[in-house]
């Protein structure tokens, strides 16, 4: 069974504070790991997939990093309007429909 | 383009009592996916379909059935709302030729059952 975990379940930083979330996961094949933004009250937002190990990507201050067991969510010199919740999911090759598993999420609070 | 539209915004249903959560997306996707999300927890999949008429079951779909009689269309049922349906409920679409994997949401329907 494919499973996601992410950690912190929260996390509090100063304005240009950096730091890192992290997503586990376990997947009998990956086609893609899915990062998401949300905001309270609102729908997830896409920001990144990554698709092999050693892959990386980049949106202004959040830069995406993918192993073989993890992903982490590293956010430089952050802003308030960085704080959302942000989710982490799986994609399985061996399944289809493109289905996602998500973790639990990380909730981000930046104080100016 | 819209993306993806979901009505209502909110809702509150007595148990027993039945209804219909909307869901288009105008973005020609062929994969249509409908999710529930529990305050602290992540995504739920309840239903999902691959195509016009194409349907199957998620992790979660007791208490809930689905229809999909086109691309752009993907209304959820629920029958005899019961408290543990109270939920915030999310419709997603994936996939056209030539574009990634990753899914697009809706802005969700917070529904309540008491």
């Known amino acids: 069974e494919d499973q996601v975990t992410q950690s912190p379940e929260a996390l509090r930083l100063q304005e240009g504070e950096s730091s890192s979330l992290n997503c586990s996961y376990t997947?009998?094949?990956?086609?893609?790991l899915f990062w998401y933004r949300q905001d309270p009250g609102k729908g997830p937002e896409f920001l990144f997939t990554?698709?092999?190990a050693g892959e990386e990507k980049e949106k202004e201050r959040l830069k995406a990093t993918l192993t073989k067991k993890e992903s982490f969510l590293h956010i430089t010199a952050p802003k308030p309007e960085d704080s959302a919740t942000y989710l982490c999911?799986?994609?399985?090759?061996?399944?289809?429909?493109?289905?996602?598993?998500f973790g639990q999420g990380t909730r981000l609070t930046i104080n100016p | 383009n819209a993306g993806v539209t979901q009505t209502p915004k909110f809702r509150i249903l007595k148990i027993g009592q039945s209804m219909t959560l909307q869901c288009t997306q105008d973005m020609n996707h062929n994969y249509m996916y409908w999710y529930r999300q529990d305050p602290g927890m992540g995504l739920k999949l309840i239903y999902y379909s691959v195509g016009a008429g194409i349907t199957d079951k998620g992790e979660v779909p007791n208490g809930y059935n689905v229809s999909r009689s086109t691309t752009e269309d993907f209304p959820l049922r629920l029958e005899l709302a019961a408290p543990s349906q109270t939920s915030v409920y999310f419709c997603?679409?994936?996939?056209?030729?030539?574009?990634?994997?990753?899914?697009?949401f809706g802005p969700g329907t917070r529904l309540t059952v008491t």
């Open positions: 997603a679409s994936s996939y056209s030729l030539g574009s990634g994997y990753e899914q697009y």
């Open positions: 990554l698709y092999s």
């Open positions: 999911a799986v994609q399985n090759l061996f399944q289809g429909a493109q289905k996602l598993v």
């Open positions: 997947v009998s094949g990956l086609r893609g």
